[in-house]
T-cell receptor, first 114, second 113 residues
């Protein structure tokens, strides 16, 4: 069973640029969530995708957008990067359903905005 | 709203000491509760969970009991090891359209030999 994978591992961008982060779900999972973890903080929910549609969003502006593909992999896109976007971006996959269902996390992508 | 508050860190203990990391929550409805652990340079791993009041989650010697009356989910371990050094996150999950996790700020634990 393959776990959640993310690419790239690290990324450096400059302010105003655009970035795409990628995530492959764990086998058998149909839901992908993205979280932003600033240094020294807990992860913050960005959004979740189920059946290729966004089905919930946290307090993030529209320049944060995403996609889910038929094979349940996902992308997170961030436009017009700001310095405060520097963070670890975590992808998590799960089976939609009960609140007790575990979300399995990938290792994250470390984004630095200069 | 929904929120999680953890005890302030960092926490430093000697090997074989008793560990408690406090966690309280505020939630509408009946959340499930989780403890996640993050080792240096890695993503989050589920440590244990409880899905209803009075449930006890346990794993690798760690335990936490879902206390509805005190809205708490404190993490405990009787004898810590150097390998337990990590950042620990308490979290709740709610379903509001999406099933989203709400995390506390994390507690950094360092165990000295």
């Amino acid at each position: 069973e393959t776990g959640v994978t993310q690419s790239p591992t690290h990324l450096i961008k400059t302010r105003g640029q655009q970035v795409t982060l990628r995530c492959s779900s764990q086998s058998g999972h149909n839901t992908v969530s993205w979280y932003q973890q600033a240094l020294g903080q807990g992860p913050q929910f960005i959004f979740q995708y189920y059946r290729e549609e966004e089905n919930g969003r946290g307090n993030f502006p529209p320049r944060f957008s995403g996609l889910q593909f038929p094979n349940y992999s996902s992308e997170l896109n961030v436009n017009a990067l700001e310095l405060d976007d520097s963070a670890l971006y975590l992808c998590a996959s799960s089976l939609v359903g009960l609140a007790g269902n575990e979300q399995f996390f990938g290792p994250g992508t470390r984004l630095t905005v200069l | 709203g929904n929120s999680v508050t953890q005890m302030e860190g960092p926490v430093t203990l000697s090997e074989e000491a008793f560990l408690t990391i406090n966690c309280t929550y505020t939630a509408t409805g009946y959340p499930s509760l989780f403890w996640y652990v993050q080792y240096p340079g890695e993503g989050l791993q589920l440590l244990l969970k409880a899905t209803k009041a009075d449930d006890k989650g346990s794993n690798k010697g760690f335990e936490a009991t879902y206390r509805k009356e005190t809205t708490s989910f404190h993490l405990e371990k009787g004898s810590v090891q150097v390998s337990d050094s990590a950042v620990y996150f308490c979290a709740l999950t709610i379903i509001q359209g999406a099933q989203k996790l709400v995390f506390g700020q994390g507690t950094r634990l360092t165990i000295n030999p």
